[in-house]
């Protein structure tokens, strides 16, 4: 059964696919949907839209576009809420989606347009430092030189991908005039910004912050988790930020909250879903 989402009107022609990558969390799955009850808001009643998922949960891309059918959508827009451009933006989500517009009778006559991941969108970069200077602010050792900030992203094997996050960790960190600052509030040296992952990806986690930690360069380690939504993979980077500060008690670890279902996220898939018409 489709998850309900609102501004559902029958009169509005124009449908949206929100497809995200899903997880087996519960609590991530719920954020998704928040999320998809957000953008609607954002885009003011112009579109229906339909959450979707590629893995593990329902509806999945063919049965929200069913529904757009059934509602009478002429045209849809595809959204994928993905951090980067990978595989799953590049061949799995048009490939599904062409194979549901294949199958549904009206589907040739309809007009698919592709929005792109969120990526470095103005608002994504926003709601990254607004991460950050939450967990920065716990402690006045955030204004310190002596304060290393490790973004840490999922992984893919897409060269593509990591090389954006890296581009990401800059342009949040080190995006400012004077080149070392958050929102000109924080400072962070060049050297204590790192850019690692968790899986597919080098360098790893683990090493890193082993040698960030190992350098004897910084009293704080503050690491944020590049992702969306609650799941296991927030799960275990918290575990292996715990691991490295048994293994440095003279050090303090801070961890930032994943992005999660907030306006900001959903303004900067609605500003991309603008710029794809």
């Not at 489709?2 to 799955?29: A, C, Q, Y």
């Not at 045209?75 to 549904?104: M, N, Y």
């Not at 090389?163 to 070392?180: I, P």
Request: glycine content about 6%; proline content about 5%.
């Amino acid at each position: 059964m489709l998850k309900p989402t609102l501004f559902n009107s029958l009169s509005v022609s124009h449908g949206v696919l929100l497809v995200g990558h899903g997880t087996r969390d519960s609590v991530g799955t719920e954020e998704f949907f928040q999320l998809s009850d957000r953008l609607a808001v954002h885009l003011h009643g112009a579109a229906i839209v339909r959450p979707c998922l590629l893995e593990f949960q329902k509806p999945n891309i063919a049965e929200a576009w069913n529904s757009l059918m059934e509602c009478g959508c002429t045209e849809v827009t595809v959204a994928p809420l993905l951090l980067f451009s990978a595989g799953h933006a590049k061949s799995d989500i048009p490939d599904e989606v062409e194979s549901a517009r294949a199958s549904s009778p009206r589907g040739e006559s309809v007009r698919v347009r592709y929005a792109r991941p969120i990526t470095r969108q103005a608002d994504m970069i926003a709601a990254v430092r607004e991460r950050l200077r939450q967990t920065l602010a716990k402690s006045d050792a955030g204004r310190s030189r002596r304060t290393a900030i490790v973004m840490v992203g999922r992984g893919s094997r897409d060269v593509c991908a990591t090389s954006d996050m890296r581009v990401l960790s800059e342009t949040v960190v080190m995006g400012h005039a004077d080149g070392h600052s958050i929102a000109g509030e924080y400072v962070v040296p060049r050297a204590g910004l790192q850019t690692t992952f968790y899986a597919m990806a080098h360098p790893r986690l683990p090493a890193t912050l082993e040698q960030v930690a190992g350098s004897g360069l910084f009293d704080r380690i503050v690491v944020h988790p590049h992702l969306l939504f609650a799941g296991r993979l927030y799960e275990a980077i918290e575990k292996q930020v715990a691991d490295a500060a048994s293994r440095f008690p003279e050090i303090r670890f801070d961890l930032s909250d994943y992005l999660g279902p907030t306006d900001r996220v959903a303004q900067a898939i609605a500003a991309r879903i603008r710029s794809a018409e």
